[in-house]
């Protein structure tokens, strides 16, 4: 038997599976549709780690059933390129973003191409191409139009090593998850959109989805629904010795 040589063998194949256009959804078929999609990576400096490959190869594999089902299958892939590591790198080594962001996504998709996952590199978009922002540029415009998205001061996360704003997601026991910096409160006037306006229609349509239930657990949560009233107090100013003891203060 001969040996199986990988470097070889899955090289050349590849590279005609991407030729052919394999896995190419196609504009016009008389097929079932199927469409797949990841989360799109964020093309940092390191190119990637393990984490990355678990939801492309879980993904892949419905992919490829579905088309052995007779599907036409769209499984796309692209760069959420769009970040502030990139631009304080950027300030870091004196190098232009777009430089950055164009040699990062060369490494990635060599090493997702290595992968052989069965993406549609046809399709192939990335969130920094003009073509692509352009869209939601116009969405946001939209929004602005309808009066949707506004602008607000809130009390954000903020992560003084990275310089962002974190989701509290991504805060675990009062560090940022991914750098360990303890996280700041600061307020900060920043777009918002009007999402809590839909609350009850997001709610109501996870009804209408197949999600697994600890999914619908998740999303619930998420949208966190809660009833009540906007309550709006005359300001009164006083002076006190004390202020330790205002917390306990149930009238004026």
């Not at 760069?79 to 950027?90: R, V």
């Not at 809130?154 to 303890?182: F, M, Q, Y």
Request: hydrophobic share 35%; charged share 30%; net charge neutral.
């Amino acid at each position: 038997m001969h040996e199986y040589n990988p470097k070889d063998i899955e090289k050349k194949w590849q590279e005609e599976w991407e030729k052919s256009g394999i896995y190419n959804a196609t504009d016009s078929s008389d097929k079932e549709k199927y469409y797949a999609l990841i989360e799109f990576p964020y093309p940092s400096g390191d190119g990637l780690h393990v984490g990355h490959p678990r939801p492309y190869i879980g993904l892949d594999v419905i992919a490829r059933k579905r088309r052995m089902q007779g599907k036409n299958v769209l499984y796309p892939i692209g760069w959420d390129a769009f970040g502030l590591p990139t631009e304080n790198y950027a300030i870091k080594t004196g190098r232009p973003p777009a430089e950055i962001t164009k040699e990062n996504t060369d490494t990635f998709r060599r090493q997702i191409k290595s992968l052989g996952i069965s993406f549609d590199w046809s399709r192939e978009v990335n969130t920094t191409d003009p073509a692509y922002y352009k869209w939601t540029q116009w969405i946001f415009l939209k929004f602005f139009e309808k009066g949707l998205a506004y602008k607000a001061k809130s009390l954000v996360n903020w992560c003084p090593k990275e310089k962002t704003i974190l989701a509290n997601e991504e805060v675990v026991d009062g560090r940022h998850e991914r750098c360990g910096t303890v996280v700041e409160q600061r307020e900060k006037e920043q777009w918002m959109l009007a999402i809590t306006k839909y609350a009850d229609r997001l709610l109501a349509d996870l009804d209408t989805v197949d999600y697994p239930e600890r999914v619908k657990v998740q999303q619930k949560n998420w949208i966190g629904k809660s009833e009540g009233a906007l309550i709006k107090f005359d300001d009164i100013e006083v002076f006190t010795t004390r202020p330790d003891t205002i917390y306990g203060a149930t009238f004026l």
